[in-house]
């Protein structure tokens, strides 16, 4: 049997997330990282709020922060680090997944 390592933030990214979640008003809830079919190259990243667990679903902590992730992209995910990056044009959440071949050309999608 494999043991997954999991998904895990950088302390940058999870203290974005907390900061979220406080505005948001759930600062108890957990953050969601998936996949989803999409895009030119097979699969996207998503990234939602998650107030309660569904079956299947895989539980990671870092830095304080509850990272939720759904069984079957916990398999893509595994490994995956988020971070999260502010520059004067642009600021969101970037993934460095080891299981990631390719991305398309616009950086919306990725290959495993």
Known sequence: MTTLQGVSLTERAARQAKNMLAKRGTPEA????GTTTAGCSGFSYKLEYADQLDTGDQVFESFGVRVVVDGKSALILDGTLVDFESTPF??????SNPKEKERCGCGESFKV
């Open 30 to 33: 957990a953050i969601r990282i």
């Open 90 to 95: 642009k600021s969101g959440f970037k993934f």
